[in-house]
């Protein structure tokens, strides 16, 4: 009677572990189908939603970063004690405060997005930009404060939210994009930068004509213009931001996080269903919820994951590269106004009058108008073209090889370049095209390939580290730009800096080879980890 109790539980234990295996097996096909729906749904009007939504946040982080480089000009008429003009250390702590911000905002909402989950944190990184922003439009001076203290400290919590936005839109359109648009998808939201910094000099050009009369009617340095001017400049930052915010507060969250990260399947399943032909999900609070047992983020994970070699040259690959190219990529566009005038590009022919004044901030403003439009904006579009067809991997190496080329030229040519007439305009010319090749480079590629290459339950965290060696490398960037511009005469080491950013252009060929093609490739392909047996178990379902 016992052995045939025994074998009747036997039995059943059999069925149970068979069925068990089934359910397995079942979640593992349903989990591998839903994500090939998303890797092959048609392009829709909820991709063109997440890329506008997405795009805006980018567009308002290159306005707040790059208008700096005319404010701070500005700054200089208004609070600048000695020639009219900000000191080196005043001049670099209001440049830096953002990209040091930029690294704090990455890292940490890189991480945070991992844990919490995108949909949470999409919006909170917008609202600190937000007020930062209005922060500086309004700060004020008293005995105790200086002004240019407080503008440090708001660009600083402004760069927080803006790195925020970094991995977080990445991310969003990246695990939302079909597989063969991914790399378009993406492009075309970074590409939102180069019109963010085109609006900046457009608009800083429309705040200086509006004042022409206070300006030219002024005693010089026409102080009250002036600082009325800045403050509108910067302040007009919010703008975009605020109309973003709901958009960015009602997006759906990504079904890969609620399937990988949150585990619940069935819910994932269900979004990618409504998200697909509604642009909404729909959560059931009374639907019983099933958690499987699949790859979890942990320390020790994480050690497992990238103490591969395979996956830890990736991410050496994604951060150095982002570290090389921000050398340059900062180093020229936070300095484009001292650039120019270093070449008297474009610079005032009168004495220092309130003229003055009105021509030199007309001038830079539509210098960097010319930058955005011939270099800047051209690259970004060239690189949406090709980024599906040629790859990432080639465009970034063609790029890091034609900037080390042409920084070369400016480095060592740069005495022979900076001559009245042809000289200076052959000058500005190779510094256009190194903004296009930056762009139509390693400048998208290095944003686009850290959205792809890792696991969900990491790829924001891994992103946010890219991101933020990149800002480690504008951080150095700005302080040795300001620690050695001046050595042997004022502005005259700029060509030797060329050179440096040459010698980085160079090391960035090398950790382009780190990282892998990602094109037309699933996301979960790219990750490195087997899909089928992905799922490796199924705990009882709760309600």
């Known amino acids: 009677?016992?052995?045939?109790?025994?074998?009747?539980?036997?039995?059943?234990?059999?069925?149970?572990?068979?069925?068990?295996?089934?359910?397995?097996?079942?979640?593992?096909?349903?989990?591998?189908?839903?994500?090939?729906?998303?890797?092959?749904?048609?392009?829709?009007?909820?991709?063109?939603?997440?890329?506008?939504?997405?795009?805006?946040?980018?567009?308002?982080?290159?306005?707040?970063?790059?208008?700096?480089?005319?404010?701070?000009?500005?700054?200089?008429?208004?609070?600048?004690?000695?020639?009219n003009q900000l000191s080196?250390?005043?001049?670099?702590?209001?440049?830096?405060?953002?990209?040091?911000?930029?690294?704090?905002?990455?890292?940490?909402?890189?991480?945070?997005?991992?844990?919490?989950?995108?949909?949470?944190?999409?919006?909170?990184?917008?609202?600190?930009?937000?007020?930062?922003?209005?922060?500086?439009?309004?700060?004020?001076?008293?005995?105790?404060?200086?002004?240019?203290?407080?503008?440090?400290?708001?660009?600083?919590?402004?760069?927080?939210?803006?790195g925020g936005d970094y991995p977080l839109s990445a991310i969003i359109s990246s695990e939302f994009a079909a597989t063969r648009s991914r790399g378009r998808l993406m492009t075309a939201v970074f590409?939102?930068?180069?019109?963010?910094?085109?609006?900046?000099?457009?608009?800083?050009?429309?705040?200086?004509?509006?004042?022409?009369?206070?300006?030219?009617?002024?005693?010089?340095?026409?102080v009250v213009p002036v600082d009325q001017m800045w403050r509108l400049l910067i302040g007009l930052g919010c703008v975009p931001g605020?109309?973003?915010?709901?958009?960015?507060?009602?997006?759906?969250?990504?079904?890969?996080?609620?399937?990988?990260?949150?585990r619940n399947i069935a819910q994932a399943t269900t979004d990618i269903d409504n998200v697909l032909t509604t642009g909404k999900s729909v959560h059931n609070e009374d639907a019983p919820?099933?958690?499987?047992?699949?790859?979890?983020?942990?320390?020790?994970?994480?050690?497992?994951?990238?103490?591969?070699?395979?996956?830890?040259k990736v991410l050496i690959g994604t951060a150095y590269s982002w570290f090389a190219l921000d050398i340059a990529f900062y180093g020229l566009g936070l300095n484009s106004s001292i650039i120019l005038t270093a070449i008297n590009f474009g610079g005032p022919t009168s004495e220092p009058t309130s003229?003055?004044?009105?021509?030199?901030?007309?001038?830079?403003?539509?210098?960097n108008l010319i930058l955005s439009i011939a270099g800047l904006i051209p690259g970004y579009w060239v690189s949406f073209l090709f980024i599906d067809s040629w790859g990432r991997k080639p465009i970034q190496l063609m790029g890091f090889t034609v900037l080390t080329i042409l920084f070369i030229i400016m480095g060592f040519g740069y005495h022979k370049l900076d001559t009245p007439g042809?000289?200076?305009?052959?000058?500005?010319?190779?510094?256009?095209?190194?903004?296009?090749?930056?762009?139509?480079?390693?400048?998208?590629?290095t944003f686009v390939v850290p959205g792809e290459a890792f696991p969900t339950r990491y790829r924001s965290t891994a992103h946010g580290i890219s991101a933020a060696s990149g800002k480690l490398g504008a951080v150095i960037s700005q302080v040795g730009f300001y620690q050695l511009i001046n050595i042997g005469g004022k502005n005259k080491f700029i060509g030797h800096i060329m050179e440096i950013f040459a010698l980085f252009m160079f090391t960035g060929i090398f950790s382009t080879l780190l990282i892998p093609e990602t094109k037309q490739r699933s996301l979960e392909d790219i990750s490195n980890e087997e899909q089928e047996g992905y799922i490796q178990g199924v705990p009882e379902a709760t309600s």
Not at 5 to 10: K, V
Not at 17 to 41: M, W, Y
């Open 242 to 262: 605020v109309i973003a915010l709901y958009f960015r507060l009602t997006i759906p969250e990504t079904p890969r996080f609620t399937m990988d990260i949150e």
């Open 1 to 83: 009677m016992t052995s045939s109790h025994e074998h009747q539980s036997s039995r059943a234990s059999y069925h149970e572990k068979g069925q068990t295996s089934t359910n397995i097996t079942v979640l593992d096909e349903r989990r591998r189908a839903a994500l090939a729906e998303i890797d092959n749904a048609p392009f829709s009007w909820f991709h063109v939603k997440v890329c506008l939504v997405a795009s805006v946040g980018f567009f308002t982080d290159a306005y707040d970063i790059f208008a700096i480089n005319i404010a701070s000009v500005m700054l200089g008429f208004v609070y600048g004690h000695t020639n």
């Open 355 to 367: 003229l003055f004044v009105y021509e030199t901030l007309y001038n830079i403003c539509v210098g």
């Open 88 to 162: 080196a250390n005043q001049g670099l702590g209001v440049k830096v405060a953002t990209p040091v911000g930029n690294l704090v905002g990455q890292v940490l909402f890189g991480w945070l997005a991992d844990i919490i989950g995108r949909k949470r944190m999409y919006g909170v990184e917008l609202m600190i930009m937000i007020i930062a922003t209005f922060g500086q439009a309004l700060a004020g001076e008293a005995p105790a404060i200086n002004i240019l203290g407080v503008i440090i400290v708001w660009r600083f919590i402004m760069g927080v939210g803006i």
């Open 289 to 312: 919820v099933q958690l499987v047992e699949a790859p979890k983020a942990t320390r020790a994970d994480f050690r497992a994951y990238f103490g591969q070699w395979k996956n830890l």
């Open 422 to 445: 042809p000289g200076r305009k052959a000058f500005v010319f190779l510094y256009c095209l190194t903004n296009f090749f930056q762009n139509f480079g390693p400048n998208t590629t």
């Open 191 to 222: 590409a939102a930068q180069g019109w963010g910094q085109f609006a900046a000099a457009l608009v800083g050009i429309i705040v200086v004509e509006a004042y022409k009369n206070s300006i030219l009617s002024a005693t010089f340095p026409c």
